[in-house]
């Protein structure tokens, strides 16, 4: 009896975190399609590079979360196959996470060069040539992940090739060296993101000051790489898990498995839905054109007005 209700309890809890996430991610799916929806629908945004780079955004965190729920899944259901299968699912979970925080940097600087540089705009900024800021953008994320797993050593006694093991990161990064050296690589890349936002945003908050023209586009522009900051700031709150995650199993009777659970769903899950989101929804004439497109018939001929009075 006492091994009947501990199968219960393990069931009823795995499928109490499986009934959260899913329903939480088909949410943030449904809000990232129409947000792109409208974003593919409308000329003026596909000849925008900040709404170019929103949209690349919104595509890599999209896949990114998906990779993130593929991956817990797998652990929730106890799914085991072989490392050769596993390490390509956990370096584009790897990757797609670091290109966040250097989408949030180019936009930073997309920002500060349509303010200092409005006639002189370099080429790879124009609309027609932003791809060639997204293909580096995708180069250097990858950079990370190939040094980590190449330093990587699977555990004693698992073969590559046809040992089953849960797709943990843990499963490559054995050694303490390589987890320090991970943290340290982190580390840096944040730092220098955060440095590139903190740059651009001291030097347009300056530029308000100057300027006694067009105040109010540059004080939009210096608040939107403060948000940028905050989104930035949202996708350092992950590098906490595991401080945080021993932290609340030390001070706490809980599982460790719940405890897992809590960390990513509120430092991984929730802060990746939340930061496209804000952003998508704080752009006035974004904003204009999604609820025109959510809301019925009888409202779209209002909203479609009030769309090109903000154009």
């Known amino acids: 009896m006492d091994i009947q209700c501990l199968l219960f309890i393990?069931?009823?809890?795995?499928?109490?975190?499986?009934?959260?996430?899913?329903?939480f991610f088909c949410i943030f799916l449904y809000c990232i399609v129409v947000m792109l929806h409208t974003f593919a629908s409308h000329r003026q945004f596909l000849d925008n590079s900040r709404y170019i780079l929103f949209a690349y955004?919104?595509?890599?965190?999209?896949?990114?979360?998906?990779?993130?729920?593929?991956l817990f899944l797998f652990i929730v259901g106890n799914v085991k196959f072989a490392i050769v299968y596993c390490a390509p699912l956990l370096f584009f979970s790897t990757s797609t996470f670091?290109?966040?925080?250097?989408?949030l940097a180019a936009m930073s600087l997309e920002r500060y060069v349509a303010i200092f540089y409005p006639l002189q705009r370099p080429a790879a900024w124009h609309a027609d040539r932003i791809w060639i800021i997204i293909l580096s953008l995708w180069l250097v994320s990858c950079i990370l992940p190939i040094v980590d797993f190449s330093l990587g050593k699977?555990?004693?006694?698992?073969?590559?090739?046809?040992?089953?093991?849960?797709?943990?990161?843990?499963?490559?990064?054995?050694?303490?060296v390589q987890t320090l050296f991970k943290m340290s690589l982190n580390g840096l890349f944040f730092a220098v993101v955060l440095a590139i936002i903190m740059f651009?945003?001291?030097?347009?908050?300056?530029?308000?000051?100057?300027?006694?023209?067009?105040?109010?586009?540059?004080?939009?522009?210096?608040?939107?790489?403060?948000?940028?900051?905050?989104q930035l700031?949202?996708?350092m709150i992950s590098f906490t898990?595991?401080?945080?995650?021993?932290?609340?199993?030390?001070?706490?009777?809980?599982?460790?498995?719940?405890?897992?659970?809590?960390?990513?769903?509120?430092?991984?899950?929730?802060p990746r839905f939340?930061?496209?989101?804000?952003?998508?929804?704080?752009?006035?004439?974004?904003?204009?054109?999604?609820?025109?497109?959510?809301?019925?018939?009888?409202?779209?001929?209002?909203?479609?007005?009030?769309?090109?009075?903000?154009?």
């Open 10 to 23: 393990i069931v009823f809890t795995h499928l109490t975190m499986v009934c959260v996430v899913i329903p």
């Open 200 to 230: 651009t945003y001291m030097r347009i908050l300056l530029e308000t000051r100057k300027m006694r023209q067009d105040r109010a586009s540059v004080a939009k522009a210096m608040h939107t790489v403060l948000l940028h900051g905050f």
């Open 241 to 270: 898990q595991p401080v945080t995650e021993s932290l609340i199993s030390v001070y706490s009777g809980l599982l460790a498995e719940h405890i897992s659970f809590f960390i990513y769903f509120c430092f991984i899950l929730l």
């Open 154 to 176: 699977p555990q004693p006694g698992v073969n590559v090739l046809s040992t089953p093991v849960l797709c943990r990161t843990m499963v490559l990064n054995s050694s303490p």
């Open 98 to 103: 670091h290109n966040t925080p250097l989408i």
């Open 274 to 311: 939340l930061s496209p989101l804000i952003y998508g929804l704080r752009d006035e004439s974004l904003r204009c054109y999604v609820m025109r497109d959510v809301l019925c018939c009888s409202h779209k001929h209002r909203f479609s007005v009030k769309c090109k009075l903000l154009l």
């Open 233 to 235: 700031l949202l996708c």
């Open 57 to 70: 955004m919104l595509i890599n965190d999209t896949l990114q979360l998906l990779s993130s729920v593929l």
